[in-house]
C-alpha cells in the first residue's frame, strides 16, 4: 500500500513539475481530483496511526494495572540460639 501510494506521489510530483516547466496552464480537473484524493488517503492513514497509537497506549496501562505489585521479601528474623 505505501509503496504503491509512493509511486503515485512520485508520479503526481513528476508530471506535475514537468507540465509546470512547459506550460503556464493551471492543472486539469483530473489533477486537481487525484490531488484531492492523495490528500484524502494520507488523512486517512494519519487517523489510523492515531488510532493504532491510542489501542497500543491503552494496553500498555492495561498491562501496568493487571501486574501484581511485588513487595520486598520479608525479612526472616534471626533466632538466638
Same mark, same amino acid.
Given at each position: 500500500?505505501?509503496?504503491?501510494?509512493?509511486? /503515485?506521489?512520485?508520479?503526481?510530483?513528476?508530471?506535475?513539475?514537468?507540465?509546470?516547466?512547459?506550460?503556464? =496552464? &493551471? &492543472?486539469?480537473?483530473?489533477?486537481?481530483?487525484?490531488? =484531492?484524493?492523495?490528500?484524502?488517503? =494520507?488523512?486517512? *492513514?494519519?487517523?489510523?496511526?492515531?488510532? #493504532?497509537?491510542? /489501542?497500543?497506549?491503552?494496553? /500498555? #496501562?492495561?498491562?501496568?494495572?493487571?501486574?501484581?505489585? *511485588?513487595?520486598? &521479601?520479608?525479612?526472616?528474623?534471626?533466632?538466638? *540460639?
Amino acid at each position: 500500500m505505501r509503496s504503491a501510494l509512493g509511486m /503515485v506521489l512520485s508520479l503526481l510530483l513528476f508530471s506535475s513539475l514537468g507540465l509546470a516547466a512547459t506550460k503556464d =496552464e &493551471p &492543472p486539469d480537473r483530473e489533477m486537481l481530483k487525484m490531488m =484531492e484524493l492523495l490528500r484524502e488517503m =494520507e488523512m486517512i *492513514k494519519q487517523m489510523e496511526m492515531l488510532r #493504532d497509537m491510542q /489501542v497500543v497506549e491503552s494496553g /500498555v #496501562d492495561q498491562a501496568k494495572n493487571s501486574m501484581p505489585q *511485588k513487595f520486598p &521479601p520479608a525479612k526472616k528474623k534471626e533466632t538466638i *540460639k
